[in-house]
């Protein structure tokens, strides 16, 4: 690891930035210099417009992608780096707003109808009806649930941060694991590492999706 890399992850943790992002950071960072052959401390602005543009042009990739990229050589620059320049140098790909698709009543009860097992069907109940995400969800245990004040705690956001939030009033908690409530494999302390849970939990629900009649977005 270059002494560059190793401030750069250094000031990310300074900064508590997840793991994922730390990833990500670093993996963008990687490309763009490996695509001019050239330290990043010898890359300037215009390097920066540059690769923006084969990203977009030549690599076709998403807006968000491209965002992402700016994010990161953006903090490099500003914050490792100590460049004189300012956000505004880093201009940002517009992103199309979309409408998201929701799906009816009848549509969630069908698919909720072909996920086999309580234990199952209920990790895609809480994200619904609590709004989670999948990785919020599957750290979910009996004790976060606060039936007095209608909440349920959120122990592990994004970003590591805890919220709570008011459930679906029509979603109903059967405890399924006794000892943890949590959706974990029992004994585990969570999923085992190495386990993608959103790429899992997909899965898990592409079946039932395709026998209820829909299509998973």
Request: a positive charge.
């Amino acid at each position: 690891m270059t002494p560059l890399r190793q401030r750069f992850v250094e000031d990310m943790q300074l900064r508590n930035f997840a793991p994922t992002t730390q990833r990500s950071y670093v993996h963008y960072v990687a490309d763009f210099a490996r695509y001019f052959n050239r330290s990043p401390e010898q890359l300037d602005l215009e390097a920066v417009r540059q690769y923006q543009l084969h990203m977009l042009q030549e690599r076709k990739l998403s807006p968000q992608s491209v965002n992402t990229f700016v994010s990161a050589v953006q903090f490099l620059y500003l914050d490792t780096l100590e460049m004189p320049w300012n956000k505004q140098d880093f201009p940002r790909t517009r992103i199309e707003e979309k409408l998201p698709v929701v799906p009816g009543p009848d549509q969630v009860r069908r698919l909720f109808e072909h996920v086999p097992g309580i234990k199952n069907r209920a990790a895609p109940m809480v994200c619904f009806g609590a709004g989670l995400r999948v990785s919020e969800a599957v750290s979910v245990k009996i004790a976060h649930i606060e039936s007095a004040r209608m909440l349920l705690r959120v122990e592990h956001g994004k970003g590591g941060k805890k919220t709570a939030t008011p459930p679906c009033r029509r979603l109903c908690w059967r405890p399924c694991a006794p000892t943890s409530g949590s959706f974990a494999p029992p004994g585990s302390g969570g999923f085992p590492p190495g386990v993608r849970i959103a790429t899992s939990a997909r899965a898990c629900c592409s079946a039932p999706v395709r026998t209820a009649g829909g299509r998973l977005a």
